[in-house]
């Protein structure tokens, strides 16, 4: 039986925008408040499932040509690398440090190597997540 | 409050026990869930709650809570959540394998 | 601060995520881990020459000072087995290069192995009690992957059971670390030894001691072994070889660590308690090392009976059986993985895992005979070899200790070890050979080479005791000697 899934497609084909958007907000916020790079992360994946969900697979990875096991390997790469980055500088292991900035048209703004750190953590968590639904979903 | 979470622990390890005993795969799974949660709703009870304070210093608010407790229950929310999942793709590949999901049926070495 | 001790977890880690980018190049994975774990023992060695320079050394992550920010310590008893662990990992790494099938060295083998070693290594050598918990995850996420890795029925339905108990084990370790927050407030494992003193370790407390017991006794296979002979019987040589060698070794660890450094207030409860269970499992391992006949079921039962055995150094509880203890688990960690090797090899060539279906070997592989001869010596305690030493000192210590019980029980289950063992020997290696030698399968050198290290290994540390006395000596001080733990990590 087909199933007709016209509304499911055309709403989260604006909904998926929102969720990336709201993802980007909370991986920002991380840094003050509620948020971060496993949050971002987890909400940035809810997207792929969405698409997931709403279209193929087939569609989705002719869309999305990633491999999203190198996703999670270069995510993990970049915590561990961001963490030993320090070691170089003589400081401890995983040590960060901020400053701030004078950007032209944004003006001051606090810059972090956490952030890199975050990244690392978010592109890690989307790769897993969307490993394992792919895993489970791709021979059914 | 922290009797109230505690109480709730309580009644979650009690869920989680039953279903660890049952013989169905995937309720054994669902029960080793529900038991990481229990242990979370237990860690943060041991942090305290303090009334309604939030983990976080800031200007607005005069008392805070503890945040390791916190800290730690994240942590253990990604490890759990990756062990779930894989738990999962396991028990369903076992499915695909075996085409059954009862444990009583699925005795390993001495019984092959 | 120094950096040197996050290596050995850290160098893994980047080296497992680093190969998974080069999935179609096996040679890069297979050598890129190799030359990973030859590395990693060089750094070991380093660190444990400084250790005895230095005293322990330890690093606050990010600059977060002890007792907040996570740590990491390395005294001598956990750099002596972040060194074993990675020889033998290396060796069980050379040992799959031609054994474990081009299947799995494509789905990812090398970096789930990479992995493990990192855990491995961060359990032995974290700070932090939580962080404990998080090492033994990555550790134990590794070994699911490696257990199902393959994934034959026999495989799939022995790991459902290992799964199901790590994870319920696990969450009964995170509710005991809950009840020491609870109670004490800390997680720094040198600041809890200090509050648990300060308080005299209430019997609130010791209720928890006993919780860390259950929980690392599941891990190990102290007791609660009952998990292990199936799941370490399945995988494939190399994993169930990394498997034995390594990872009850680690709840072994956790055990020594927790009752020599925490809760070693109330020795006539929770050390009693070991000593019980100790002695149980070394008969219950015996019952089963003579039980079956499938060689991969005795090589299991063995490891069951070396945990038996170890912990009755830390039921004990003096330096000299400590010390003992840590020789054998030195010693145990090798010969382990060459007696899974072995047994692995001897059911590569014949095809079988019944010992009555097996006769002769030693006229087709003589090679095979007599290396499983000299670990059946070593795995007894014959000198020169390296079981020797430790089953000594723990004899010494148990009769200092006067306690004659476990001395018997510890003595006797070497007995029967050999006895398990040369059945194996004398039904396997000795009488008329059924393999013509038409249908002999080859035994390349690849497949004997890593075994033949192995043999020299133990030779050499039973030779060379004297040479690692002083190292020994030093963790055996270390961890009756709180004090000197506590004061590495917090100064003042």
Known sequence: ?140 | METVIIIVAGVLVTVATYLLLSKNLIRVILGTAILTHAVHLLLMAMGGFKGESVPIISDKHTTYVDALPQALILTSIVISFAVTAFFLVLAYQVYKRTNTDDLSKLRGYRHE | MNNLIVLPMVLPLLTGVFIVFFKSYIQVQRWGTFILLLVNVGISVIILRQIQIDGIISIDFGGWAAPFGILFVADSFAALLVLTTNIVSAICVLYAMPTIGKRRETFYFYPFVNFLVAGVNGSFLTGDIFNLFVTFEVMLLASYALITLGGTRLQLKESLKYIAINVVSSSLFLIAIAYLYGTLGTLNMAHLSMRIAESGQTPLLTVISLLFLIVFSLKSGLLLYQWLPGSYSTPPTAIAALFGALLTKVGIYALFRTFTLLFYHEQQITHTLIAIMAGVTLIGGCIGAIAYNNIRQIVAYNVVIAVGFILVGLAIMNTTAIEGAIYYLVHDMIVKALLFLLAGTMIYLTKSEKLDEMSGLIRNYPSLGWMFFITVLSLTGIPPLSGFIGKVLLGQGAIVAESYILLLLSFMSGFVVLYSLLRIFMSCFWGETIISEEEETPLSKKVIFPSAILVVLTFALGFGAESIAPYVQDAAYTLTNPSVYINAILPD
């Open chain 1, 1 to 140: 039986m087909k199933i007709n899934e016209v509304i499911l497609q055309s709403v989260s084909k604006i909904v998926v925008f929102i969720i990336l958007t709201l993802a980007l907000y909370l991986f920002f916020a991380g840094h003050n408040a509620p948020g971060g790079g496993f949050i971002g992360g987890l909400v940035l994946a809810s997207s792929f499932v969405l698409m997931l969900l709403a279209f193929d697979i087939e569609t989705v990875k002719k869309g999305i040509p990633v491999d999203f096991k190198l996703v999670a390997a270069s995510g993990a790469l970049i915590v561990l690398l961001s963490g030993l980055g320090a070691t170089i500088l003589g400081e401890p292991f995983l040590s960060q440090s901020f400053a701030y900035f004078d950007l032209p048209f944004y003006g001051e703004v606090e810059l972090t190597t956490v952030t890199i750190f975050e990244t690392g953590v978010a592109l890690a968590v989307v790769g897993v997540v969307v490993t394992i639904i792919l895993s489970i979903s791709e021979d059914v």
